[in-house]
């Protein structure tokens, strides 16, 4: 099997075979997305590497969970890194930690897109489509997804209703879908 | 969580948050117990996912360090030692040949755009029967109705192939290496019965030989129906407690080459009719089923 070569679909089956040079290879294509969000999330080097191992063990351990139907690889390695990394974030010696630093400057911090997305061209598109997005559904995402809080916890933040915040949220993912395709970026994932 | 269920309504609405992973365990977990029924909420789960993904990506360089520490994890992760996987994945001397002359003989069919030949073996681990979560129970609960068809399916009889050897040997779609593995006397042939076709009906077959090289044979055209070109047949193969992939075999089968060297004996095999380019865990009930008696 050439690994290089094969798609990443591919590459999972191939790891289902206990085959280690596909996982290598997935770790060469996704490691570096996988570690720098588990980094931003937990902003320190020795979870990050914690939950960036965990990622690629579970893979190892169970590909069947991937299903190329659902998605793409990428986006379900990085679903996986943040509820890792939110489990951390969530343990109680990081919350404490966290609750030191937290400030609402977190969700009005400018995002450093640039220097995170993979491709530079892409990484514009998906800052434009982000700035598109309304403060007040921008915020909610940003606090959720990258500070690792809950809903709840997110309205407090922001001093809006439980229920206008988990409205909020579901509707800007749409909104920054939408965004997204209207700049010639198609998130991948199967269509209602 | 306390009080009633959450209603389908309420579940919707929550799907931001939860893949977004702000919701708190319980209410997760009853969300996530929905989605294991409820494809379009699982659907747009997924597509949430996949913005995320994109606010998330990064294409840093992975950290090259952390690579050896997953590495020197793997051997005592998995379910057999690493010094039998290894060597079954690469196999010594003339299986290692014979496997690499199959692997050369069989173009990329593998995103479905190749030939009908198929890629000798992508594999998973369907532990899946056992393993998956609940979400992934139904195509779990498909894999083992599947399983199940082929562990009821009894008589069949495993036939040495002295008497067809020459037959197949003259196919033109043959490398050297595979027409020497069908000449060895210990190569077996193994009649699969379809599952809606009439009793007795054989569909093809699946010629098994001692150095791991098998062959899905349907030479006649006649037994499994052509697909549309969208679509392609997948062989499966039973193995311990696992189901595993063994490869693509295009949409007009015709001789497919396949690969079980060095893996623990294979003792059923299944076919299903998939989307091309395959699936990892098969959602479809098997066209055609063999139990292989030792």
């Known amino acids: 099997m050439d690994v290089e070569q094969a798609s990443d679909a591919n590459l999972v089956v191939a790891v289902g075979r206990w085959y280690e040079p596909a996982l290598a290879e997935i770790y060469r294509r996704h490691g570096g997305a996988v570690h720098a969000l588990a980094r931003r999330i937990l902003r320190s080097d020795p979870p990050a590497e914690e939950v960036t191992q965990e990622v690629f063990l579970d893979l190892w351990r169970n590909p069947e969970k991937f299903d190329a139907q659902r998605g793409t690889l990428r986006s379900f390695l990085l679903a996986r890194t943040h509820g890792k990394s939110v489990d951390v974030v969530r343990a109680e010696e990081s919350r404490r930690r966290r609750e030191e630093r937290t400030t609402r400057e977190t969700a009005t911090a400018a995002y450093d897109i640039d220097r995170e997305v993979w491709d530079m061209a892409v990484a514009s598109q998906v800052k434009d489509a982000l700035v598109a997005l309304p403060d007040e559904l921008r915020q909610p995402i940003e606090l959720a997804y990258f500070g690792g809080h809950t809903y709840k916890e997110v309205a407090t933040l922001l001093d809006e209703p439980e229920g206008t915040v988990k409205s909020r949220i579901r509707s800007g993912l749409g909104r920054l879908r939408v965004n997204l395709i209207e700049r010639g970026i198609e998130p991948a994932g199967a269509e209602l | 969580m306390t009080g009633a269920p959450l209603t389908h309504a309420e579940i919707e609405e929550l799907l931001g948050v939860y893949a977004l992973d702000a919701l708190e365990p319980d209410t997760a977990a009853e969300v996530e117990a929905h ?68 692997r050369a003989a069989a173009p990329a069919a593998v995103e479905g755009t190749g030939p009908d030949r198929g890629v000798p073996a992508p594999v998973v681990s ?24 082929v562990a009821v399916v009894l008589g069949v009889q495993v036939h ?135």
Not at chain 2, 79 to 97: I, K, Y
């Open chain 2, 160 to 294: 040495h192939l002295h008497g067809q050897v020459s037959a197949m040997q003259s196919a033109p779609q043959l490398s050297a290496a595979e027409r020497a593995a069908l000449a060895s006397p210990t190569t077996r042939r193994i009649p699969l019965a379809g599952t809606t076709a009439g009793p007795g009906d054989t569909p093809a077959s699946i010629v098994l030989t001692a150095a791991g090289t098998g062959f899905v044979m349907d030479d006649a055209g006649d037994g499994l129906a052509p697909l549309p070109a969208d679509r392609t047949y997948q062989l499966w193969g039973v193995v311990g407690s696992r189901v595993i992939s063994l490869g693509l075999l295009g949409p007009h089968p015709g001789i497919v080459p396949f690969s079980v060297a060095g893996s623990a004996p294979v003792t059923e095999f299944a076919i299903t009719d998939e989307v091309a380019g395959g699936v990892v865990v098969s959602h479809n009930h098997p066209v055609a089923v063999a139990v292989v008696h030792v």
């Open chain 2, 126 to 149: 369907l532990d899946t029967a056992r393993r998956r979560s609940r979400r992934a129970g139904l195509a779990a609960g498909l894999v083992a109705a599947a399983a199940m068809v």
């Open chain 2, 35 to 102: 989605l294991e029924d409820c494809v379009r909420c699982a659907v747009e789960v997924g597509q949430h996912h996949e913005v995320a993904g994109l606010l998330a990506n990064s294409g840093g360089a992975a950290p090259a360090g952390l690579w050896d520490g997953i590495a020197g994890q793997l051997g005592g992760t998995s379910d057999q030692s690493w010094d039998r996987l290894a060597a079954r994945l690469d196999p010594p001397g003339d299986e290692r040949d014979v496997s690499a002359a199959v």
